[in-house]
């Protein structure tokens, strides 16, 4: 199987396919298609930035990407240290480059490392870019195409855009709520790339923040650098212990978010994307537009953007889409359940330094926890929960249940009744009190991913056991 970007760009086990002669050619590959991009007329400098996370070898890998590019006539502008994705984004709007490569497997184990590539406006590459750089990374690869540079003198510059990130995100948040309300707060970056940012924002701006895991460790101590539930336990234990407002996280890129309330219990991300869209709508009236999700995201917002006047906007997951309403000014709020987040004015990127400050702000203005935020917004439009679980399949269940999902749906599911079916990305069983089962087949593992909600929590289970039937019958 060929190098292949997913929604996120290309990851791969370090030193199986992850290597340096690989790192290379996918360089060459995402120039070549960038230099053909030049020639059609942009006027944007053959410029591209360079960042890296915190994982084995990434500043290695960084550096000989930015040696690759400056060998073909194009600067490199290289990060002084390690550096979240959506700083990265910033960096590219910010100095006005082609794009952006960041060497990140963001939340994957510690033995895989990636490259995410990002486009001049800062957000995910498209697919119909991703697929001519696969093309090209083929034709490379085989000698069909050579890539001889620019015919420019390159060279390799240090970039650090820490202070210029800090104060673009200073004009997007109420740091006067912040600093009044004196809140002491956690904060677990997970060994990764948000340490030095969020913590250094909110010190700023009159918070004492706890850390945990803020120095670098390739192996995530043992573990994936998500902001899971399990993963923030050492976080929640500082939060009881010491009666904090709230602990916050960011994973290993920082571009996803977790919190811990005051009372120790994890919120999930498709609350928070609640929260923060309620908060906004009140807070923010004079922005226009809609609210975007994915396909497998909570109808919690579709209920909040309904009572306050907005238009729902449903795109497949995948962060990219929703960066296209960013850009295009037509949303004040994007999410994905799998704890992304950006708002009107920001980058068309997950940003989960961003997330954390808004509901750091949320927290400061409204003086309330989250849990009591959550009741009376389930007060206003009805509760809601939602899970995702990952069922593994043989090859003859997988071959079975692709034809099942082909086919018409049946009349009912359990003791659910279909009443719709939504096949935007995947097959979305929709059920008549308003609960739903999406079923999406993984691309690069045998998995078929099972996502549901529902009223309650033990709906909720019952619903992710029937699903699991579903897949497996």
């Known amino acids: 199987m060929g190098i292949a970007f997913g929604t996120s760009g290309w990851r791969a086990i370090v030193a199986d396919e992850f290597t340096v002669a690989n790192v290379r050619l996918v360089t060459r590959a995402i120039a070549s298609v960038l230099s053909e991009e030049g020639s059609a007329g942009s006027s944007l400098a ?22 690759e590019l400056a060998g073909m006539g194009w600067e490199a502008q290289l990060t002084t240290r390690e550096t979240p994705t959506p700083v990265i984004s910033y960096a590219i709007r910010n100095g006005g480059a082609r794009g952006g490569i960041n060497f990140t497997a963001s939340h994957n184990p510690p033995q895989y490392n990636g490259m995410k590539f990002s486009t001049a406006d800062g957000a995910p590459a498209l697919p119909e870019i991703t697929r001519r750089v696969e093309e090209r990374i083929g034709e490379l690869g085989l000698g069909v195409v050579g890539y001889g540079g620019t015919g420019s003198a390159g060279k390799r510059t240090d970039l650090d855009p820490r202070e210029g990130y800090l104060a673009e995100i200073a004009e997007k948040i109420d740091f006067g709520k912040i600093a009044g309300a004196g809140l002491k ?31 670098r460790d390739v192996l995530f101590g043992g573990s994936s650098p998500e902001p899971s539930e399990r993963n923030l336990a050492e976080m929640r234990e500082r939060v009881l212990e010491q009666g904090l407002a709230l602990g916050i996280a960011t994973d290993g890129d ?29 807070t923010r009236p004079e922005w226009a537009g809609g609210v975007a999700r994915s396909v497998a995201t909570t109808h919690l917002l579709d209920r909040i953007a309904a009572h306050h006047g907005r238009e729902l906007f449903e795109t497949p997951v995948g962060f990219k889409y929703i960066g296209e309403m960013i850009n295009q000014g037509r949303i004040i709020l994007g999410g994905e359940e799998s704890a992304g987040l950006t708002i009107r004015g920001h980058y068309p990127e997950k940003d989960g330094i ?25 007060h206003r439009h009805g509760a809601l929960y939602s899970e995702r679980i990952g069922v593994k399949l043989t090859s003859e269940v997988r071959e079975r249940l692709q034809k099942r999902l082909a086919a018409d749906p ?32 993984s691309g690069t593992e045998p998995v078929v991913r099972c996502y549901a909600e529902s009223h309650s929590r033990k709906d909720l289970e019952v619903l992710l056991e029937t699903g699991s039937q579903f897949v497996r019958s």
């Open 46 to 67: 053959n410029r591209l930035v360079i960042g890296y996370d915190t994982r084995f070898m990434s500043e290695t890998f960084a550096a000989r990407c930015a040696e």
């Open 185 to 215: 707060l956690a904060y677990d970056p997970l060994w990764g790339t948000g340490r030095g940012y969020l913590d250094e924002a909110l010190r700023r701006n009159g918070c004492e923040v706890e850390t945990v895991h803020d120095y």
């Open 254 to 282: 920082a571009d996803r978010f977790g919190f811990i309330d005051r009372d120790g219990s994890f919120v999930s991300a498709n609350h928070i994307l609640a929260l923060v869209l309620d908060y906004l709508c009140e």
């Open 354 to 378: 961003l997330a954390c400050l808004l509901v750091v702000e949320m927290v400061a203005a409204r003086g309330a926890s989250l849990g009591e935020m959550i009741e009376s917004l389930f």
């Open 410 to 441: 049946p009349a009912t599911i359990g003791a659910w009744r279909v009443t719709e079916v939504n096949r935007a990305d995947g097959v979305k069983y929709i059920f008549d009190d308003g609960s739903w089962l999406l079923l999406r087949m």
